[in-house]
């Protein structure tokens, strides 16, 4: 039942905030909704001390119970959802300040955490999914919040026809294993797969279809379009839903199904090359983006790719470490952003920023914080958890040198675009007209708890023979997979070599985001990138504009049917006309008609 | 009890057209006796308490009044008077007459649910469309007459023709009576079983409806009361899968197996082809009409898929969406009377000064999505599991409705309640806040809770799967 | 035999009471005499009673025959009011001729011997020669005329089958088995001049016409009672010489060709009595189907009671509105306006007919069809039914005509004397027979077995 409080705490403050919320002062709702997340994050954390729970409606569906289990992954996942949101609640509570929706935002919000936790805790599929399309409901809501301005309501529907397609994926997915099994339960799955000889091919398919489903809602490679537009909504919205928790779903799927990949090498190899692919084109996309949202956005793309990449190798333990670090520092990177913009009056462009440093400390620090872990600065989160994911890929079952090359190389990409969106925003000379004033507590002290995150959260989990919490912690939730365990010597050689090549990029992005002109190429380069390599254009052209062309034609299609029919039935009155016609009126016709029938029957009946 | 909720509406129908003053009130209190005696007929039924009851009607030729409730009919006429009392709270500026002929259709389509006899079936079948034929031709827009006889010859072909087969049925599988337990006995195989089961597939095909079938559907709606009300209750009269779940699978076995390929074929084509005609709709009551269409294709995929999981959420998706779609109908309604037309973008930025109404709106678009938690959930997934034991292929595209489903109704929903504001309206009003919230209220805990209605269904499921050879 | 008597003695004392008493007189005394012979019928039901040699066998088939046959009398006698009434019409003698068609019927049911089919056949043909006209202008004058003309061809079609009945069996009793090239051609020409009467595709070429060319309860009247009595002595001949061969296909192709001819000449029409009288032709193939059955009587009894209480309620309400020049389409428009009870009227009468249940009409399709079921007859059940699809969308056409055509000019229309209460009586019992089919269909179940 405590396991239900948790989810029920959150979705209350969205009925009573929803129906009643108009009515309340202003900071009061703000208050309430995160009061409510803080009680299920504590709920979270007593679950946890108490070893675990599990709760369940036997036969919700036929054969299909509904039933939350709190184990060691999801209390993880749980603490990192509803800790970050209660974070991010509080700063809403001076974002929000003095918006006429404010009341509405934070019965929103709450949903989201409600839905985002049934989402952690489920203990089967089915359960999942209504937290998986929960979730993309509170994304559709919140990213359309402002619905007024037209942008914004088309890229909260984008956001959600574009993981509706993943959410087919996972759908597929399902209804492919309760074919396979009978149940969707994920413990049983578990039992059942570990032991069962099924053709891997098929389980290999409901791999691969689950694996959609987390391509859509996490934002990989070729379904990563919503993404950048989702940062129409309010900030703590982007660092909420669009960065720390729900884009993490789709890791948090994999891991959970891990005792379902750990067996699939071709689909791991698959999905690593997918969060590969991802991580790349996130890095290269995010470097030339002039908005200051869109580069940590396209960063978030990026840094998806990595945990998919760990995952992928079988790393699972790893990508999760990965969520929670990247949580710490891109939900700090966002409400510095946040907190840019509101000090700006609104305003995103990083071309009129820069020199923000000495008018907002407080918020550089975070900043600077925030892009460092992200670069992997040594020493900060993300220095750690990106290594280990690196790293990883020489150590995993399903790595590879490759792999290893290529993670390298977009770790360099990100020291410099994390650079470039520190030094456009706080270095240099202030270029917009706006008079910048620094955040109020209520939105810089929640910062300062991620930024504290976002330094010592990698802490944590250190490479051997350092102290691994994370690792034996998560070891019960997750398949076992045979780690090749590097040398000592090897292994630290490596971290070494990531750690000159995060600060060779940040070195790199400083020179030249700083210093004079750019070579033309780079910014030839720049017009692709800012553009996000057009894949938006190609996708209108090729996918969604002839899709409603064919809406029309097979509306005309409707209506050619329609004719058919009346044809077919106007026949008949036609014929009618012609019988008719027979009745001309004469008795001396109607005479010999008679007498012709007369004989008809006769010579039919009588001389056949 | 049975009886009484069956032909009450009847009654109070007669007495609200002949006191065309009162209608309204007559209709919601006979509206809601039904509701209460429905909720507790359920009630009764879950504790095993409700008994059949069997009288001859015209004992010479085999037919019976026998009427009872199993797990099939006791959910879909709980679906029945919610959504008819729903429809006659919100539809408060209709013509009298309406209302009687409203309350006319409930009794119609309780009836069919409750019969266990098959004539009896056809009969209630058949005088459901009189009311129906009624309240289109008597009330409906400047192309009613078009539509009423599309309509009209649609479901009397498919009828008339499984009229044929209802003969053919009985004498050559050679059951003693039209009763259910009778005929189930004596299933219909070969060329015969075949021919009839076609009769039967024809009729049920137009009220499901699948495509090509379907073309009177989107008339229908477009040319009824603007009100919704006899939308309402139109979909309600869709009973297609109903009658294909309990008087045609369980009859013709053999004839089942060999068609089902294509109508597999014809189930997803329905689903997917109808969400994505929806697209291209400018008008609410057609986009509604295509988007249960598109529904109606995934419950027929789960039905024909031959399994119980299929079969249990067919029933319980046309249950759901006869809510749902229902009420969508009804709140079309509520903006036609706000802006006096149907068109799908009277104003824009509606949520603005209509804060209630959008969200009224957006629960039971989200409910017509197939969004878990609301009520098209449930019936969709089951749909699912069971369709995919059946055909992988034809469940992928079936299911890509899922997606066009996202497209067009939020699409829709967007036009009006999101973008800058234009036109202002009022709020919901008291009557549209005590219909939207009940609405609400079913859509939410038929999402939440399925396993009230589930259970029966399944029971219900079985005993066709297993009467269809299959099962396990 | 009571019936007999009462029905004779009406006749004759509705024949001289016109001279020295009132039309309404007259029209009191039909009606008491039809109800009358009802009640005797009733007081027999069920029983067989033979008489004049077994000339006059009222069995319970007859009975049940001779029931429709009264219900339509009693229909077309209610509602020949208003409009005319104050031309003159209809005259005393209308009354006197529908008693003595109505005797006629009877005794065309109620006999095995075919020289008394034949006495009957004339008894119920010449009134209505004398009905058709019996309005006293053009379109009555051509109406009877070319009733009479191909009525007579007719009844030389059926005396020479008659004659040649003779020859091959050596009677005129019904029910002894022959063979034979002349046995064959008898019974085809038999039926053939039935047909007519039935009118049944091809011999129905009068009907449109004539039923279109009469005053409108006169065509009530043709299109009910007539058709019983024509049909008892059909099935009658078909009972005793089985449906085996030809006959069995020659029947085939007429009732099919019935169905479809008939609805589908229907369906393109624009007055209400014409379309109303190629319906009639159509109901004729259905009652027909019936015959493929091993037992048709009984649904046979049904369907027609069924039928003539429908066709007589929607040819009564077109009575209200005919000021002889038939009923367009147009005219109809505003029905319920200008009179609820006709609107009622009309709108359960075309359900009924169209056969949607709960309607009387539902179960005599219904039972119909069971019995040609019943025979093995599916394909031309199925047929007959796809013919019925047509059917509902003229009578669609017709209620919407009168229901949903949103009216121009909308005068009150006031129904006077028996008028609303035959209505009103007709609706009742539609509806109710529908609702408890067994209460009807318990009438004729008594004539189970038709007598070979």
């Known amino acids: 039942m405590l396991l239900l409080l948790i989810v029920l705490l959150p979705l209350l403050g969205f009925v009573f905030l929803g129906l009643f919320g108009k009515r309340l002062r202003e900071p009061v709702p703000g208050v309430l909704a995160s009061v409510l997340v803080g009680l299920s994050f504590l709920l979270v954390v007593t679950s946890l001390l108490g070893g675990g729970a599990s709760w369940e409606i036997a036969d919700w569906l036929p054969g299909i119970p509904f039933s939350f289990v709190l184990d060691p992954l999801s209390g993880y996942m749980g603490l990192v959802v509803t800790g970050i949101g209660f974070l991010i609640h509080v700063y809403a509570i001076g974002y929000m300040h003095g918006d006429a929706g404010f009341s509405r935002f934070f019965a929103y919000l709450n949903f989201f955490i409600a839905m985002m936790m049934t989402l952690v805790l489920a203990g089967s599929y089915p359960v999942m999914f209504i937290g998986w399309e929960g979730v993309g409901l509170a994304s559709f809501l919140l990213i359309g919040f402002w619905y007024t301005e037209r942008k914004n309501a088309d890229s909260a529907r984008k956001a959600f026809i574009t993981n509706r397609i993943g959410d087919l994926g996972f759908l597929l997915g399902m209804a492919l294993l309760y074919s396979l099994f009978g149940t969707l339960s994920i413990g049983e799955l578990r039992e059942a797969i570990e032991t069962s000889a099924v053709l891997p091919l098929a389980l290999g398919t409901a791999g691969l279809l689950l694996f959609v489903g987390a391509v859509g809602k996490s934002a990989q490679v070729p379904l990563m379009v919503w993404l950048p537009d989702a940062m129409a909504g309010p900030t703590p919205v982007s660092a909420l839903i669009h960065a720390a928790t729900m884009v993490t779903a789709g890791v948090y799927l994999i891991a959970r199904s891990s005792f379902l990949y750990a067996n699939l090498q071709d689909v791991s190899y698959a999905i690593a090359v997918i969060g590969l692919v991802t991580a790349a084109y996130g890095a290269l996309s995010a470097l030339g983006q002039w908005d200051i949202k869109k580069i940590v956005a396209y960063s978030t793309i990026s840094q998806l790719g990595y945990m998919f990449l760990a995952v992928g190798v079988g790393a699972y333990w790893i990508a999760m470490f990965h969520v929670m670090t990247h949580a710490f520092y891109k939900a700090l990177l966002f409400m510095a952003s946040g907190s840019v913009i509101h000090a700006l009056g609104g305003e995103q462009d990083v071309r009129k920023m820069g020199g923000l440093k000495k008018h907002l400390p407080r918020t550089h620090l975070h900043g600077l914080l925030g892009a460092l872990s992200l670069a992997g600065f040594p020493l900060l989160a993300g220095f750690w958890s990106k290594d280990a994911i690196i790293t990883a890929t020489l150590s995993y079952p399903f790595g590879g040198t490759g792999f290893y090359v290529a993670g390298l190389a977009v770790a360099f990409l990100t020291a410099v675009y994390a650079m470039r969106w520190y030094a456009l925003v706080f270095l240099g000379e202030y270029k917009g007209d706006a008079h910048p004033h620094e955040a109020p507590p209520v939105m810089t002290l929640p910062n300062d708890v991620l930024a504290v995150g976002a330094v010592l959260a990698g802490f944590l989990a250190l490479p051997e023979p350092l102290w691994n919490l994370i690792e034996p912690f998560l070891a019960p939730a997750l398949a076992h997979v045979e780690v090749h365990h590097l040398a000592l010597a090897l292994e630290w050689g490596l971290i070494a070599l990531s750690a000159l090549v995060a600060l060779a990029g940040l070195y790199l992005g400083y020179l030249a985001f700083t210093r004079g002109p750019l070579p033309a190429w780079y910014r030839a380069f720049q017009t692709w990138s800012s553009e996000a390599f057009y894949v938006d254009r190609v996708y209108n052209v090729l996918i969604v504009g002839p899709l409603k062309e064919l809406a029309l034609v097979l509306a005309l299609f409707d209506g050619f049917l329609d004719t058919l029919f009346t044809a077919a039935a106007g026949s008949s009155a036609w014929l009618g006309e012609r019988l008719v016609r027979l009745q001309s009126g004469y008795v001396r016709a109607y005479g010999a008609l008679m007498v012709l029938g007369l004989v008809a029957v006769l010579v039919w009946g009588v001389l056949r | 009890m049975i009886h009484v909720t069956i032909f009450l509406p009847l009654v109070f129908g007669v007495l609200a057209l002949l006191r065309p003053t009162g209608a309204r009130a007559l209709g919601l209190l006979g509206a809601a006796v039904t509701l209460v005696l429905g909720l507790f007929g359920y009630a009764a039924f879950l504790d095993g308490a409700s008994a059949a009851y069997s009288a001859p009607l015209l004992a010479e030729a085999g037919v019976y009044y026998a009427v009872a409730w199993d797990g099939v009919g006791a959910v879909l006429m709980l679906a029945v008077v919610i959504t008819t009392f729903l429809a006659l709270l919100a539809a408060r500026d209709v013509p009298p007459a309406m209302v009687g002929l409203t309350l006319m259709m409930e009794s119609g389509l309780i009836g069919l649910l409750a019969a266990q006899d098959l004539v009896l079936f056809y009969v209630f079948f058949e005088a459901t469309l009189i009311p129906s034929l009624l309240m289109l031709g008597l009330f409906g827009g400047a192309g009613r007459i078009r539509a009423l006889v599309k309509f009209a010859i649609f479901t009397l072909v498919g009828s008339l023709l499984m009229l044929a087969g209802i003969l053919a049925l009985r004498y050559l599988g050679g059951a003693p009576s039209f009763l259910l337990a009778d005929l189930a006995d004596h299933p219909l195989g070969g060329v015969a079983g075949r021919w009839a089961f076609a009769a039967f597939l024809l009729a049920f095909m137009v009220k499901t409806p699948l495509f090509p079938l379907h073309v009177w559907l989107p008339d229908f709606h477009a040319e009824n009361h603007p009100s919704g009300l006899a939308d309402a209750m139109g979909t309600l009269y869709k009973v297609g899968l109903f009658g294909l779940f309990r008087w045609t699978l369980p009859l013709f076995p053999e004839a089942f197996a060999l068609f089902q390929p294509w109508l597999l074929a014809l189930a997803a084509l329905t689903a997917l082809g109808a969400a994505w005609t929806a697209y291209a709709q400018t008008d609410w009551k057609r986009l509604l009409a295509y988007g249960a269409l598109s529904h109606m294709g995934v419950g027929a995929l789960g039905l024909f898929s031959g399994t119980p999981e299929g079969a249990v959420g067919a029933i319980y998706l046309l249950a759901a969406s006869g809510v749902y779609t229902g009420g969508l109908f009804l709140f079309a309604g509520g903006l036609h009377r706000r802006f006096g037309t149907l068109d799908l973008r009277p104003t824009s930025g509606l949520a603005k000064s209509a804060p209630g109404l959008a969200a009224l709106g957006l629960i039971l678009v989200l409910a017509m999505v197939g969004l878990p938690g609301l009520s098209g959930f449930p019936g969709e997934f089951m749909n699912l599991l069971g369709v995919w034991q059946a055909s992988p292929v034809w469940t992928f595209v079936g299911f890509l409705a899922v997606i066009a489903a996202a497209a067009y109704a939020l699409g829709a929903y967007q036009q009006i309640f999101h973008n800058a504001p234009d036109k202002p309206a009022p709020d919901l009003d008291a009557v549209e806040w005590q219909w939207g919230a009940l609405a609400v209220l079913t859509v939410v805990f038929m999402g939440v809770y399925p396993k009230l209605f589930t259970g029966p269904l399944l029971t219900a499921a079985e005993t066709l799967v297993a009467a269809m050879g299959g099962g396990r | ?452």
């Open chain 3, 1 to 452: 035999m009571t019936a007999l008597l009462i029905l004779f003695m009406t006749v004759l004392a509705t024949t001289f009471a016109g001279f020295f008493a009132p039309a309404r007189t007259t029209k009191a005394l039909t009606l008491l005499g039809l109800v009358a012979a009802g009640v005797g019928l009733a007081l027999d039901w069920g029983t067989t009673f033979q008489a004049f040699e077994g000339l006059y066998l009222l069995d319970p088939f007859a009975q049940g025959f001779t029931l429709v046959m009264i219900v339509g009398g009693v229909l077309a006698l209610l509602a020949d009011c208003d409009v005319h009434e104050r031309r003159g019409w209809p005259p005393f003698e209308y009354y006197a001729l529908v008693a003595f068609a109505v005797l006629g019927g009877h005794v065309m049911a109620a006999t095995l011997h075919l020289g008394v089919v034949i006495v009957g056949l004339e008894v119920l043909s010449i009134p209505l020669y004398a009905l058709a006209a019996s309005r006293r202008d053009e379109l009555g004058y051509e109406a009877s005329l070319k009733y009479f003309l191909l009525g007579a061809v007719a009844a030389a079609i059926f005396l020479y089958g008659l004659a040649l009945y003779f020859g091959a069996t050596g009677g005129f009793v019904l029910g002894v088995a022959g063979e034979g090239l002349i046995y064959s051609a008898a019974v085809m020409m038999l039926l053939a001049g039935l047909a007519f009467k039935t009118a049944l595709v091809p011999f129905h070429w009068w009907t449109p016409d004539v039923y279109q060319g009469s005053p409108t309860p006169v065509t009530l009247f043709m299109a009910t009672a007539v058709k019983a009595a024509a049909f008892a002595a059909f099935a009658r001949v078909l009972a005793s010489v089985g449906l085996g061969g030809p006959v069995f296909y020659a029947l085939a192709a007429l009732v099919l060709l019935t169905v479809f001819w008939g609805n589908l000449a229907a369906m393109v029409q624009g007055e209400a009595k014409r379309m109303l009288a190629y319906s009639s032709v159509a109901h004729a193939g259905y009652i027909a189907v019936a015959l493929f059955g091993p037992n048709p009587g009984p649904a046979m009894g049904y369907y027609l009671l069924a039928y003539a209480l429908s066709t007589g309620l929607a040819f009564a309400v077109l009575t209200q509105l005919d000021e002889g020049r038939g009923v367009r389409l147009g005219e109809l428009a505003g029905l319920w306006s200008r009179s609820p009870l006709l609107g009622l009227g009309w709108t359960v009468a075309l359900l009924s007919l169209a056969g949607l249940p709960p309607l009387v009409g539902f179960w005599g399709k219904y039972l119909v069809f069971l019995e040609a079921a019943r025979g093995g007859q599916y394909l031309l059940v199925a047929l007959a039914l796809f013919a019925a699809v047509i059917a509902a969308y003229y009578y669609l056409k017709l209620l919407a005509a009168a229901l949903f055509a949103r009216a121009e000019k909308a005068a009150k229309v006031t129904l006077s004397g028996s008028t609303p209460v035959g209505i009103a009586l007709a609706t009742l019992l539609v509806v109710l027979l529908g609702v408890l089919p067994g209460l009807g269909y318990g009438l004729f179940t008594a004539a189970a077995a038709l007598p070979k």
